[in-house]
C-alpha cells in the first residue's frame, strides 16, 4: 500500500472517529425529537437531562479523540514533555487553592486550554520538515 493510500485511511479513520463523537453527543437530541413528535405528552425530565448532558459533552469526546488520533506522538517524545506541563499544572493548581469555585474552575480550565495549544504547537512542528 502506497504512502498516499495509508494518509488517507488515517485521515478516513480520524474523521470516523469524530463523526462517532457527534452521534454520541447528538443521539439524545434525536430521542428528544422523535418523542415530540410520536406522542402529544410531555417529555419526561429523563429525557431533557440526557439531552442537557450529551449536548455538552462535545468538548470533551473531541479532546478524546485527539488524543486517540495522536497517541503515537504522545507516546514517542511528546510524553515526557507532557507529563511536564500535567504537573507543573498540578503543582500549580496545588500551590493557588481558593475558595471561590468559579475563580478556581475559571484557573483550572485556562490552564488545561494552555496545555492544549501547547501540544498543538507540537503537533504543527512536528509536521514540518
Known amino acids: 500500500m502506497s504512502a498516499r493510500m495509508r494518509a488517507t485511511h488515517r485521515a478516513a479513520k480520524a474523521m470516523s472517529l469524530?463523526?462517532?463523537?457527534?452521534?454520541?453527543?447528538?443521539?439524545?437530541?434525536?430521542?428528544?425529537?422523535?418523542w415530540q413528535l410520536a406522542t402529544t405528552k410531555e417529555v419526561p425530565q429523563a429525557i431533557h437531562h440526557l439531552v442537557t448532558?450529551?449536548?455538552?459533552?462535545?468538548?470533551?469526546?473531541n479532546l478524546g479523540v485527539f488524543f486517540l488520533i495522536h497517541r503515537k506522538r504522545l507516546s514517542m517524545g511528546e510524553r515526557?514533555?507532557?507529563?511536564?506541563?500535567?504537573?507543573?499544572?498540578?503543582?500549580?493548581r496545588s500551590a493557588e487553592t481558593s475558595s471561590d469555585p468559579t475563580e478556581t474552575?475559571?484557573?483550572?480550565?485556562?490552564?488545561?486550554?494552555?496545555?492544549?495549544?501547547?501540544?498543538?504547537i507540537k503537533a504543527r512542528k512536528e509536521r514540518k520538515c
Open 80 to 92: 515526557d514533555a507532557t507529563e511536564n506541563a500535567i504537573t507543573s499544572l498540578s503543582t500549580r
Open 18 to 34: 469524530f463523526v462517532l463523537a457527534f452521534v454520541i453527543q447528538w443521539w439524545a437530541m434525536a430521542l428528544f425529537g422523535a
Open 53 to 61: 448532558t450529551f449536548s455538552n459533552i462535545g468538548g470533551c469526546l
Open 105 to 120: 474552575f475559571t484557573r483550572v480550565t485556562i490552564n488545561y486550554l494552555k496545555l492544549i495549544k501547547c501540544l498543538l
